[in-house]
């Protein structure tokens, strides 16, 4: 049930889904949904579950940021590519400043702080130098985010595998950082 209704939410957005619309497509009736979830808002946050679980488990060294940088954007790469409608759904909600996003904060921060501090590891580390660490967390979380083949912006189909467009946003995100325009004028 919660792959037809993060199929739906994709789709339509929160409000344009019903709990009927999502039974109909789970092939459930509407007393399970009450039952399991208590309604529609309950089946919405509880789909965020394999976000949640994959940045409460990551673990980076941060001996190495260069490494830790590289290990975070791929696996986000890669997760974004399995559940593209979970970040879909998320990317609406921020658009949209959402009534639901302070619920969805667990959801966000966890991956904008891991990211953060890994950056910051980076600079403390002269790695990669950047006059600001709030836009870099920016700049690398919008690669990452939009790191999806979308097919209404890209008619022509990519044939990278998910291995290889993290591959590629990774070097895109540490190319942009350590670019010397990046590195001008440094305002902390």
């Known amino acids: 049930m919660l792959q037809a209704a993060k199929q739906l939410f994709a789709k339509k957005g929160y409000e344009g889904t019903t709990v009927r619309q999502i039974c109909n497509e789970a092939n459930v009736s509407l007393a399970l949904v009450s039952y399991?979830?208590?309604?529609?808002?309950?089946?919405?946050?509880?789909?965020?579950?394999?976000?949640?679980?994959?940045?409460?488990?990551m673990k980076y060294d941060l001996?190495?940021?260069?490494?830790?940088?590289?290990?975070?954007?791929?696996?986000?790469?890669?997760?974004?590519?399995?559940?593209?409608?979970?970040?879909?759904?998320?990317?609406?909600?921020?658009?949209?400043?959402s009534p639901r996003l302070e619920k969805l904060t667990d959801v966000?921060?966890?991956s904008w702080e891991q990211l953060r501090l890994i950056l910051k590891e980076c600079h403390e580390e002269n790695v990669i130098q950047f006059p600001s660490i709030d836009l870099a967390v920016n700049f690398a979380m919008g690669t990452l985010m939009h790191s999806f083949n979308i097919s209404f912006l890209n008619r022509n189909q990519s044939k990278f595998t998910p291995e290889q467009v993290a591959d590629l946003a990774v070097s895109f995100i540490i190319n942009g950082l350590t670019s010397t325009h990046?590195?001008?004028g440094r305002e902390r």
Not at 36 to 57: D, T
Request: proline content about 5%.
């Open 36 to 57: 399991h979830f208590g309604g529609k808002e309950n089946v919405f946050f509880e789909m965020f579950e394999p976000i949640r679980q994959l940045f409460a488990n």
């Open 63 to 97: 001996s190495d940021p260069l490494g830790a940088l590289t290990t975070f954007c791929r696996q986000f790469v890669i997760f974004r590519n399995e559940e593209h409608e979970l970040i879909s759904i998320l990317q609406q909600e921020l658009v949209m400043n």
């Open 108 to 110: 966000f921060f966890p």
């Open 182 to 184: 990046m590195g001008r």
